[in-house]
């Protein structure tokens, strides 16, 4: 089959997952899956693998992770897998049990228990929980983690699901508690009530002991936009209601709804708004000049949230971005706020007074890791960090926003850090611009042949790459001998917004050009050899191993795709695609299609190519990236002779598993795959 005839055969709605294939194999979708997961599985099966499975399980199940907690009031809460428990417990306890070795965790809610009294393959989706009365909460839950899921209102003192509560079936909801009694809901209310990209358009109010048809639209977003925004803040005395839209991925229109009345919100649309009590922080993705200010991208600015409304336009700088030092991430305690930011993809705290936005480091803050916040309390002063690195296990700190830290748990050491070294270096892009990648591994002896080397890479949506623990890939490759890069390349958020939006539509080039160029220069350091470089990316990421595959095949000794985009011609027709139009460009528009057709994997497959052994990874349930991309570029590459393993797993949604197990089985196939193709060159 030709590409042309490729490109006629496809359906141009949401099909069903499971169909979609017909028209490019001649066999029943199902019956391909089933065919290809039984011979990769074959292929890769055997000691090593099955050693790397029980090693990458154990690291997954094992009693001393760290539970991560949520504070709610009294009790911290956090969700746990482990092997009695695939599905997972969501539970609570005290800050005085959490302390100990051995928490006295209260079970709110078992999932496998849940799970199997109904039948049902759910995975936990989350819990909203009533602010301020934390009484009550809205459970989210998914059959074989989709997207879509059910909603559930749940007692926080009975641990039982409310009887005629508030539910809603299966859908992508949003739902906000607006009182004890009533609900925000966004939700599929039937024909025309959700949006092209498969997200809701409509915001209703839903009253208790009243039937969903009954709930009063409050407001309507359009069919093109990607969703609808309705988000309620109940903080006692500072209380507001803000809808919008989301007119396409980066740009939203918000309104603050005052006695029935919408009041503009008059920000750019592509900044991120947030309000906190008195104050209102808008964060700029753009340039932004007010009068004869001019705001760089990347800034956090403030000012009082009334006064905005009132119409006044003088902001105070919380922060400002230079050409190496980005805001990752920002939270409030009750009267402090915490600033993470990126100097060259390293992680600095520190502490922000409102008012004077004078910011001072914060304490105790481990040297050389990568540091997030994981909960903080914006009733008190109560924060919650993580600090690791990628030889450095999991610290959970405790404390107060500019206080001393105490170390709550400490993870284990999953493998022997002895002799592995992690370096930074920079590779220069076509365009002469400096791109950081992390180097993890063992230095080789002066006389040894270069390793194996995996190289990971995203480059897109403004998503950050970090420097992270990972105890299964320090088991099952650095310790074997094995090398991993972390590429920092554009399209991510490492230097800022810019280090985005530079790569949006007509300049996706860059970050393929970035990764090929961190890929060559990993050969000329001698870090690694063309024949044993792999290198591995999912969804967005599974597009960047695509283009690898189609454009730079001579590079790479093999590659591993997972729930990839990879037909853009189509990507927008199929469930949640119609919302990266802004990411990516319109096909149906000629004039995106001339940018977008280079780099379009499935349209780019061709005979007598270089091309590397690769591996496909989707999943059945994935409703936000289609699997049929994976299936169809499969497909294509075999019509042709060249090397494909494909599997498939039937639940997962697009994490791929629904559980460790899955997750191990996946895991061990990835690396054995690896081992298989540029181990043992």
């Known amino acids: 089959m030709t590409t042309d005839e490729r490109s006629r055969a496809e359906p141009t709605a949401n099909d069903d997952p499971h169909l979609w294939l017909e028209d490019v194999t001649g066999d029943d979708a199902l019956a391909w899956v089933r065919r ?33 907690p949520r504070r709610r009031g009294e009790y911290l809460y956090d969700f746990w897998r482990d092997a009695e428990n695939p599905r997972g417990l969501w539970r609570r306890t005290s800050l005085e049990s959490y302390r100990t070795d051995t928490p006295d965790w209260e079970v709110v809610i078992d999932v496998d228990a849940l799970a199997a009294a109904e039948e049902e393959n759910w995975v936990w989706g989350g819990a909203d929980v ?73 915001a209703k109010r839903w009253h208790r002991g009243r039937p969903l048809e009954s709930a009063e639209t409050v407001y309507e977003a359009e069919p093109t936009d990607v969703s609808i925004i309705a988000r309620v803040d109940r903080t006692p005395g500072f209380e507001h209601l ?53 705001y760089p991208a990347g800034a956090l600015i403030a000012t009082g949230f009334e006064e905005f409304l009132a119409g006044a336009r003088e902001f105070d700088v919380v922060f400002e971005p230079d050409a190496r030092t980005s805001l990752s991430q920002f939270a409030w305690t009750l009267d402090k706020l915490v600033l993470v930011t990126l100097h060259d993809v390293a992680t600095r705290v520190s502490i922000v007074t409102p008012g004077t936005w004078t910011a001072e480091p914060a304490a105790d803050i481990p040297p050389a890791t990568n540091t997030v916040i994981v909960d903080i309390d914006d009733d008190g002063d109560e924060v919650f960090y993580d600090s690791s690195g990628f030889i450095t296990p999991s610290r959970l700190l405790r404390g107060t926003a500019g206080g001393p830290l105490e170390v709550l748990k400490s993870a284990p050491e999953f493998f022997d850090p002895e002799g592995i070294d992690v370096d930074q270096y920079f590779a220069t892009s076509a365009d002469g611009t400096a791109i ?16 194996p080397t995996l190289l990971y ?33 554009r399209g991510g958020g490492e230097y800022g917004p810019t280090w985005h939006t530079q790569t949006l539509r007509e300049g996706r080039h860059l970050v393929y050009e970035d990764f090929a160029a961190v ?30 595959l189609t454009r730079y095949p001579e590079l790479f000794g093999a590659l591993v795709c997972s729930v990839p985009l990879l037909d853009m011609k189509r990507f927008h027709l199929l469930l ?85 197990a899955q997750a191990a089985f996946k895991s061990a196939l990835t690396y054995e795959f690896l081992w298989q193709t540029i181990g043992s060159v």
């Open 576 to 660: 949640a695609g119609a919302s990266w139009v802004a990411e990516y460009g319109d096909p149906d528009n000629p004039d995106d299609w001339a940018f977008m057709e280079p780099f379009s994997p499935y349209q780019n497959v061709a005979a007598d190519r270089p091309y590397p052994p690769v591996l496909f990874t989707t999943s059945t349930r994935d409703d936000r990236v289609h699997p049929g991309h994976a299936r169809k570029m499969a497909a294509a590459l075999e019509e042709l002779g060249y090397p494909v393993r494909y599997y498939e797993n039937i639940e997962g949604g697009h994490g791929g598993a629904a559980d460790n």
């Open 130 to 202: 009533i602010y301020p009365e934390r009484t009550r909460a809205l459970i989210t839950l998914s059959r074989g983690g989709a997207d879509a899921a059910v909603v559930r209102e749940f007692d926080m003192a009975t641990k039982e699901f409310v009887a005629d509560g508030f539910q809603l079936a299966e859908a992508k909801s949003s739902v906000d508690w607006e009182g004890e009694d009533t609900l925000l809901v966004c939700t599929d209310f039937g024909d025309g009530s959700m949006t092209e990209s498969g997200y809701p358009r409509i």
């Open 242 to 294: 803000v809808l919008g839209r989301s007119t396409d991925f980066y740009h939203r229109v918000r309104y603050e709804v005052r006695d029935g009345e919408l009041i503009l919100l008059e920000a750019p649309e592509d900044a991120s708004i947030t309000v906190h009590r008195e104050w209102l922080l808008i964060e700029l993705r753009t340039e932004w000049t007010i009068g004869d200010t001019t």
């Open 519 to 548: 890929a060559a220069d990993l050969v000329t350091r001698g870090i690694t050899t063309v024949d044993r470089l792999a290198a591995m990316g999912g969804s967005n990421g599974g597009l960047l191993m695509g283009v690898m």
């Open 436 to 451: 950081p990648y992390f180097v993890v591994g063992k230095s080789p002896a002066p006389d040894a042949e270069p390793g």
């Open 457 to 489: 890479g995203y480059g897109g949506f403004e998503h950050a790459m970090m420097p992270g623990y990972a105890g299964a890939v320090g088991r099952v490759w650095l310790t074997r001998g094995g090398t991993y890069v972390l590429a920092n390349i």
């Open 36 to 68: 290809h997961n039984d011979e990769t599985t074959a292929a890769l099966s055997g000691p090593r693998f099955d050693e790397m499975r029980a090693s990458i399980l154990e690291v997954l199940d094992t009693d001393s992770r760290i539970p991560y």
